[in-house]
């Protein structure tokens, strides 16, 4: 936490110098434009994101993957606008379908849109989409203008339901910019500036429309995305419009460029994911009932009931039926008395109460404290407890008037906290995405049917591959399936 204050305070002290900057010229347009982030800064601010997404979502621990990621995506930032950055990829341990990138020249990609992409061209085509977003400096444009109107404010009130505004600090920053909405013009400029990249760079740059078909058919799918809406699908230009676009611009950057064969690399891409980790990883916490179990630190902990629960990478929430109170759980690194004496300082908490505990053994942390933001004043129960060189912690807030009848349930979720011991929780495997040939002629539906696939993830799988389940499949056909 501690950290990440150090990080969001930089932030702010960076806005207040950098506000004479005024104007910058875009690489992309030629064009001056109001920058409020000069290029050693977006770096910096750059910097400051990638901390923060690995701290919240973690890096996904593949060398292979990784490095085969990095083969595709540097000579697409090398034939861009802006060689010269210092480009870093990288891919994440989330299962949300999301790409994104960050100021300076990083690019996240998670694992949840490795899933479902089917070939090396359409991944080259959604990293050139975000190498664009950078090369045209749309995401230090958005991050001077969200520092500007507080949109980190805003971020945290989407989390945290009315509590946003105290909250709004508590929230991560970084992460933040993931849930940033670029603008339909500049969607629509990373498009066309990724089918130059890709064109440019060898790849068949009409996967990138099959793609958008793939994201607008997400919508159909039961149950939904499963997450967070990805940055993808969730930008104004409808999928439609921006395939007929890409379409279009795929045909006039190959009558420029000398003719050639654009690949696919449709094997060598499903090879590489061959074995992908699938979904939520139980190992970094799944909720079963009104518990939440946690074998990366063998704990465990109840959730109030009748609360909503929602995840964020490491971060959990749980929130009151009527909103009336909210419970924030995350793990920082350190000790108590310095994560706890981190969140007082940089929160202006005023401490009512504060004493050492023990939960369940546990050295612990508890404090009870005020915040105030303009006319909201949050009463917070916050306990930090020690877990190897770790620190768990609560913070169950609500309004100072509310407080008093809500307390017991504010503090339940560290009161409950307990040594997970269960060997098949502690053990349990997350699924896994295998790429499967096939043998003979026969229907997907069949196909799945005979690879004893959750019939429950049929159409889910159906559509990672692109195909419909009454789809014949062809002898030597690869298709991804989970196990
Ligand atoms: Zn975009």
Redesign the pocket.
């Known amino acids: 936490m501690k950290e990440r204050w150090l990080r969001r305070l930089t932030g702010l002290v960076l806005l207040c110098s950098t506000a004479l900057c005024g104007c910058a010229v875009n690489p992309v347009t030629g064009q001056s434009e109001l920058m409020l982030v000069s290029e050693q800064e977006e770096r910096q601010l750059g910097d400051r994101t990638r901390g923060a997404v690995v701290e919240e979502y973690g890096v996904y621990d593949n060398a292979a993957l990784q490095d085969y990621v990095n083969g595709v995506a540097r000579p697409l930032a090398q034939l861009s606008h802006r060689p010269a950055l210092d480009w870093q990829f990288q891919v994440m341990d989330s299962p949300v379908v999301n790409?994104?990138?960050a100021p300076g020249g990083y690019i996240f990609v998670t694992r949840g849109l490795l899933a479902v992409v089917n070939d090396e061209a359409e991944l080259a085509g959604v990293l050139a989409?975000?190498i664009?977003?950078v090369t045209a400096r749309?995401s230090a444009r958005k991050y001077s203008q969200s520092l500007l109107t507080g949109l980190g404010v805003q971020l945290g009130a989407s989390l945290a339901g009315s509590y946003g505004k105290v909250l709004g600090p508590l929230l991560e920053v970084g992460t933040g910019l993931l849930f940033l909405k670029?603008s339909r013009d500049?969607?629509r400029q990373?498009?066309a500036l990724a089918v130059e990249y890709a064109t440019k760079g060898g790849y068949d740059a009409n996967r990138m429309a099959d793609f958008f078909v793939t994201l607008e058919r997400q919508q159909t799918l039961e149950g939904g995305g499963g997450g967070a809406l990805p940055?993808?699908f969730s930008?104004h230009p409808s999928p439609v419009d921006r395939e007929a676009a890409v379409r279009t611009q795929t045909a006039q950057w190959r009558s420029r460029l000398p003719a050639r064969n654009y690949r696919i690399n449709g094997d060598a891409y499903l090879a590489r994911i061959d074995g992908l980790v699938y979904g939520e990883d139980p190992r970094q916490g799944f909720r079963e009932g009104e518990w939440f179990y946690l074998p990366q630190y063998q704990v465990q902990f109840r959730i109030p009931a009748q609360w909503s629960f929602a995840r964020e990478g490491s971060r959990v929430q749980m929130t009151h039926p009527q909103k009336s109170g909210v419970v924030l759980f995350s793990v920082e690194k350190g000790t108590v008395d310095a994560v706890a004496g981190a969140f007082v300082s940089s929160m202006k908490a005023g401490v009512q109460q504060s004493g050492e505990r023990t939960v369940n053994g546990m050295k612990a942390r508890e404090i009870i404290s005020v915040v105030v933001d303009g006319q909201q004043r949050a009463k917070v129960v916050s306990h930090f407890v020690q877990k190897g060189g770790e620190v768990l912690v609560f913070h169950g807030l609500a309004d100072e008037a509310v407080f008093p009848q809500l307390s017991a349930t504010l503090g339940q979720p560290a009161a409950s906290l307990a040594p997970l011991v269960d060997k098949a929780r502690l053990n349990r495997q997350p699924q896994r995405l295998l790429v499967r040939p096939v043998t003979r002629a026969t229907t997907l539906e069949n196909f799945l049917q005979e690879q004893q696939v959750d019939r429950e993830l049929w159409p889910r799988v159906a559509w990672m591959n692109e195909l419909q389940l009454s789809d014949r499949l062809s002898a030597g056909q690869r298709v991804k399936i989970v196990k």
């Open positions: 790409a994104f990138a989409h975000e664009g977003h749309h670029y500049d969607e990373a498009d940055e993808w930008t």
